[in-house]
């Protein structure tokens, strides 16, 4: 077996601290992996001048995997935001935001068990935006959609559902109202729909799924949208279980422009996994961050590079950690360290292996 090499991004605040255990848990797990460590963040502008160095972009186009902690983004002035310069670097059109309760993490709801699709590179994110007038008294932001970018999010919305033995996909719009835009991304998905008949399709409108998924969650298994609705829908699904902290994501990149052609590593589509919190600049250095976030990302790289046994040892050991009171961070109302975390999800998983 080829051993995949990711580049793996420290980041600021507790990314270090995150970083460090993730690293320990994954290994522990029995994954064949190999680490490229890279700069970006703030960190990287006091040691190299750029939030984003170019060896840092050499790597991931590279290895073509990513590992990453949370960066730093000044607001309002300052340099770029790394996460947004990345995903356009590489083309990071799927962002993946699975959304599972899980028993230790204190929720309104049990039995939730979804994943949001969320397109992420056009509609209103596409930043195309003016003033009608001199005097700046109103202005007009465009939402794109393409047939082309439509197309690739659903067909990766359906692959996902096959590939994880999920049963159904929601596109969820509002095409009601947004005729032609979100018309488009509703027609597209009707029609890729009638390519895998395997799996059940439907749609909904945005307004009435935010009702639904606070009412029955349960009800859902993949959301599949545009970007402004999965932006929303996404942090939404998060607050079903739990808040963000406990939360992972999947950035997935264009695949290769030729099917069939010659597995060439460099054609290979580029993925980056990271945990959905910031840099949680309040607890940082001291010991006490909760890595669940950024170890549950590690698992759907694990996935990802067809390492599954090893993603499911991780995400068993995980669980038994936070089942526990004793051994859950202080964000779950435990009294846990980072490293007293991490060492329970490592015992959990060598238990779980003799
Ligand atoms: P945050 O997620 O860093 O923190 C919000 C609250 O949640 C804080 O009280 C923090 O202590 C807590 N928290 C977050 N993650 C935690 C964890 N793993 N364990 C325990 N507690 C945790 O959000 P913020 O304060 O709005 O942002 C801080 C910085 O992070 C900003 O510079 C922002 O731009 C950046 N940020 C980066 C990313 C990313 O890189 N993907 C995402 C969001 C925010």
Not at 216 to 231: H, K, Q, S, W, Y
Request: charged share 20%.
């Amino acid at each position: 077996m080829t051993v995949p090499t990711v580049s793996l991004i420290e980041g600021d605040g507790i990314g270090p601290e995150i970083t460090a255990a993730t690293v320990r848990a994954v290994e522990a797990a029995g994954s064949q992996l190999a680490w490229e460590r890279v700069d970006a963040g703030a960190g990287a502008v006091a040691r190299h001048g750029d939030p984003l160095p170019a060896a840092t972009l050499a790597s991931i186009q590279r290895t073509r995997l990513a590992l990453k902690a949370p960066l730093a983004t000044p607001s309002g002035g300052g340099y770029r935001s790394v996460n947004v310069t990345l995903r356009q670097h590489f083309d990071l059109y799927a962002n993946v935001r699975p959304a599972r309760t899980m028993a230790g993490v204190p929720s309104r709801f049990t039995g939730v068990d979804l994943v949001i699709v969320r397109e992420n590179t056009e509609d209103l994110y596409a930043g195309i935006e003016h003033y009608v007038d001199p005097r700046r008294t109103a202005a007009e932001s465009i939402a794109v959609i393409t047939r082309f970018g439509s197309e690739r999010v659903i067909v990766y919305a359906f692959e996902y559902a096959r590939r994880h033995g999920r049963r159904k996909v929601t596109l969820v719009h509002k095409a009601n109202i947004l005729k032609m835009s979100n018309g488009l991304f509703l027609e597209t998905g009707r029609e890729v729909a009638t390519r895998y008949p395997d799996i059940e399709f439907d749609d909904m409108i945005v307004d009435a799924t935010a009702m639904k998924l606070v009412i029955a969650p349960e009800r859902f298994d993949v959301i599949v949208t545009m970007n402004l609705f999965g932006d929303i829908l996404s942090d939404l699904a998060a607050g079903l279980i739990g808040g963000l902290g406990v939360a992972p994501a999947a950035n997935i990149g264009a695949a290769p422009t030729a099917p069939g052609a010659p597995a060439d590593p460099s054609e290979r589509a580029c993925a980056m996994f990271e945990a959905v919190h910031g840099t949680a600049p309040d607890i940082a250095g001291k010991g006490i961050a909760n890595p669940t976030g950024l170890m549950l990302s590690a698992a759907m790289l694990l996935e990802h590079v067809e390492q599954g046994e090893a993603a499911a040892r991780l995400r068993a050991g995980i669980a038994a950690a936070l089942a526990s009171p004793e051994t859950r961070t202080g964000d779950l109302g435990g009294r846990a360290s980072t490293e007293q975390f991490t060492d329970a999800v490592i015992r959990a998983m060598v238990a779980g292996n003799a």
